[in-house]
T-cell receptor, first 108, second 113 residues
């Protein structure tokens, strides 16, 4: 299964933008890029996904490199409630591998 | 619309005991999954199912069994519980197409003593 690589941790100040990177150099043409976040003591929550084009929704934006070997989750204005572990995964017919994710700390 | 429902939320087992973790979804998703998450770590896939009657192993299947008799239910069976199975277990479901995300349950926290 294709793997993703993310930094272990990142920090941000409240109300500033946050760019969370993900490398997926072994991505195949049919893999979707999904992002999830996990708040303490909760199950992961879907954030956003994309295939080739950049995507926006009410929670975040997803920027996908032209060669699809990397992507960036963008939180436009971080809030304290955005402090969580963020997972980038490749989805293809269901069997996806979750790495350890990026722990985002938001400072007031 | 309840989504993915897991029971129980907490359980303490003694070494060698058995139990079944229940998972039910009401979204008519064809794919269902069981993950475990050890403290401070990411999720590891135990088993998954692409439809009723079809199951397959994930990364860490040893010590577990599953069945999928209906679209809605995907129970996880632990036989002969061991301390190494102390973890938080998450059930999830999805459509098969990559354009739809996973929906996760709230988890079962299992301690084996």
């Amino acid at each position: 299964d294709a793997k993703t690589t993310q930094p272990n941790s990142m920090e941000s100040n409240e109300e500033e933008p946050v760019h969370l990177p993900c490398n997926h150099s072994t991505i195949s043409g049919t893999d979707y890029i999904h992002w999830y976040r996990q708040l303490p003591s909760q199950g992961p929550e879907y954030v956003i996904h994309g295939l080739t084009s950049n995507v926006n929704n009410r929670m975040a934006s997803l920027a996908i490199a032209e060669d699809r070997k990397s992507s960036t989750l963008i939180l436009h204005r971080a809030t304290l409630r955005d402090a969580a572990v963020y997972y980038c995964i490749l989805y293809n017919a269901g069997k996806s591998t979750f790495g350890d994710g990026t722990t985002l700390t938001v400072k007031p | 619309n309840a989504g993915v429902t897991q029971t129980p939320k907490f359980r303490i087992l003694k070494i060698g005991q058995s139990m079944t973790l229940q998972c039910t979804q009401d979204m008519n998703h064809n794919y269902m999954y069981w993950y475990r998450q050890d403290p401070g770590m990411g999720l590891k896939l135990i088993y998954y199912s692409v439809g009723a009657g079809i199951t397959d192993k994930g990364e860490v299947p040893n010590g577990y069994n599953v069945s999928r008799s209906t679209t809605e239910d995907f129970p996880l069976r632990l036989e002969l519980a061991a301390p190494s199975q102390t973890s938080v277990y998450f059930c999830a479901s999805s459509y098969s197409q990559g354009g739809y995300g996973y929906t996760f349950g709230s988890g079962t926290r299992l301690t084996v003593v």
